[in-house]
């Protein structure tokens, strides 16, 4: 008869691992030759490499704080695309075309064709 171990008596518990310190551990993976300018950084002001990138983590931070993105630099970007869209298209066309019909070709491109205009996302719906 074979014996099999019974798996039952063991502990419930893996043996607890113990804590270093008290922030999460964060791997970050850097070219050789920009790992060897933060270990000269580091060197230099006296930390190990892992304070010297938390260091010059918020050092950067605090020099160029994240803007959250509004609604008005979005509709700002657009309103310029549109306006270097516009420019490009007039230097496309025939300067011989009368005014009207350049307006009407310019708009119709950057506007796209009416039968499509339900399909865009930047016009408002309009409610039936």
């Known amino acids: ?9 063991r502990q419930s ?10 922030d999460p551990i964060s791997a970050v993976k850097m070219p050789e030759r920009l790992t060897a300018i933060v ?3 580091a060197e230099a002001h006296h930390l190990s490499r892992s304070a010297a990138i938390c ?7 605090k020099i160029a ?10 509709a700002s970007d657009a309103t310029r695309i549109e ?5 490009e298209i007039k230097a496309l066309l025939d300067p011989a075309l009368p005014v ?5 070709r310019i708009r119709r491109l950057t506007e796209g ?6 399909e865009r996302i930047d016009l408002p719906k309009h409610r039936a």
Do not use: C, Q, Y
Request: hydrophobic residues 40%.
């Open 55 to 61: 260091k010059l983590v918020e050092l950067g931070l």
């Open 100 to 104: 009207d019909e350049r307006e009407r």
């Open 13 to 22: 518990n893996p043996p607890m691992r113990r804590r270093t310190g008290l």
């Open 113 to 118: 064709p009416p039968e499509f205009s339900h």
């Open 1 to 9: 008869m074979i014996e099999v171990s019974d798996f039952s008596n």
């Open 39 to 41: 270990d000269a950084w």
């Open 83 to 87: 306006e270097i869209a516009v420019h």
């Open 65 to 74: 704080p994240a803007a959250p993105a509004s609604a008005h630099s979005v």
